[in-house]
């Protein structure tokens, strides 16, 4: 027998495993997902009761929440102010570290627009960077390489009048230095694996910490706290308000797509996860049970957006209008359409802030 023949059979081995698994996904998966969710339509307080399960359901599959021991509370937040020398400026800036559980905060830039009258409380959005993205850049505080996509959206919002809280996330910052020998998220998601956790639900958890901290604050209007993000910040932004109901209006901008497709199907449109590093991507059973349509159905009937590029080379926008149309399909049979919105602009993997933008002033304030 030759090497090539044992090549040969090797390949033939994997072919027909991954051909098998494809199988289950397309055939089993769609079934398993319309068993799996009982939904009842007959108006919003009964909706919100049936897809309540779901939500538990998806914390889990995520990788589950710190358990309360772990968790730490009534820790008050440490504060730093951040000096504004430029005059430009019409927000002031604080770095604040919010205890998230034992040994962990979430950092994050607050803005706050001056002048806010005494008394008066102001709607508040949670911006999210993405993928090589920092809250001193999503903040328009620091000129980093790379984060040009962000278009400072979170000074924006605080020029447009809002309380904003920028937090950060895990990307790859220290497998690009060369610090870790795998992108960042993937080494934090073994550890996590390790102890019978997986990361990305307890990095939603640290979010939360946001909304809890922005609810205290006497300048925000605690029942008008929204988010928004792009890409890895548009993944943050769809599964937090999925998983916490007090986030009252959402943005998800160059994330939410045809889950299946994004994970599993190579396309000349858009990169699957399947064909990359991104091993946190991947849950067991994730398919079996939500698509991107069925994690906004847990967001409504709060409002939602959509926003993404036709030439954005991450999410190819057919497959994303798609997917929005199923899910705006919630809302509809609420009679609710008009707090879905679809977000189209003619960029690439950019914020873009027009509709999506008069969405957040429609819903928060």
Known sequence: MTPDEAHKH?????RQMEAYFQRLIEQRAPAARA????????GVDAYRRSVAPMRERFIELMGGWPPTEERVTGVPPRIEPVEMTDRQYHFTAKRVWLPAWKGVDTYGILLEPRG?????RRPAVIAQHGYGGFPEATCGLAEISGTDY??????????????????LVMHSDLNRLKKLPVIDRTWLDRLAMMVGCQFQA????????VVDFLQTLPNVRADRVGIMGISQGGLTALLTAAMDERIAACVSSGYFNNRTHKMVKPSPHYTAYIGTTE?????????LAFEDA????LICPRPFCVEVGRKDPVTWWPDVQG???????????????????????????VVDGVESFRFLDRWLK
């Open 10 to 14: 090797y390949e033939e081995q994997f």
């Open 35 to 42: 068993a799996a969710w009982r939904r009842d339509y007959s």
């Open 116 to 120: 806010i009258p005494t008394g008066e």
């Open 150 to 167: 962000l278009r400072v959206f979170g000074r924006t919002l605080a020029e447009r009048g809002y309380v904003v809280f920028a937090p």
């Open 202 to 209: 307890w990095e939603l958890f640290k979010i939360t910490r």
């Open 279 to 287: 091993a946190d991507k991947f849950f067991r059973g994730h398919l």
């Open 294 to 297: 069925d994690v906004a159905s």
């Open 323 to 349: 997917e929005f149309e199923r899910a705006r399909a919630h809302w509809a049979k609420l009679g609710l359409a008009e707090r879905t919105t679809w977000a189209l602009h003619e960029q690439e993997h």
